[in-house]
Nanobody, 125 residues
Framework: VQLQASGGGQVHSGGSLRLSCVVS????????VAWFRQAPGKRREGVSC?????????YAEHVKGRFTISRDKANDTTVYLQMDDLKPEDTAVYYC??????????????????WGQGTQVTVSS
């Protein structure tokens, strides 16, 4: 499948953004979809993950309570990442990817699934 991430932008600290990950060429129904991010000079990290069929979710500790991952209820082709109370340290390029390990790899910042291109999120103080 091919994934496309969008929705990034520039906001002030405390602001919100909603990222979208749209798949083409297949369905996300039987997989997990994850969001990752990579800031300049830093290692890529997993941010959140959702197992589509089970609707089970995982969040990195430092985004819990601020980010919400969800799927489009009408179809299995879109996953969202609602990001609230954004902080300057959330500034990074955000990527979505499928995770064949059902989120286990996401927790280590890795995935062997299909990746979308990144979308830049910039949070100014």
């Amino acid at each position: 499948v091919q994934l496309q991430a969008s929705g990034g932008g520039q906001v002030h600290s405390g602001g919100s953004l909603r990222l979208s990950c749209v798949v083409s060429g297949g369905s996300l129904r039987y997989v997990a979809v994850a969001w990752f991010r990579q800031a300049p000079g830093k290692r890529r990290e997993g941010v959140s993950c959702i197992i589509m069929l089970a609707k089970t979710t995982w969040y990195a500790e430092h985004v819990k309570g601020r980010f919400t991952i969800s799927r489009d209820k009408a179809n299995d082709t879109t996953v969202y990442l609602q990001m609230d109370d954004l902080k300057p340290e959330d500034t990074a390029v955000y990527y979505c990817a499928t995770d064949p390990s059902l989120c286990a790899a996401t927790m280590t910042g890795e995935s062997r699934g299909d990746w979308g291109q990144g979308t830049q999120v910039t949070v100014s103080s």
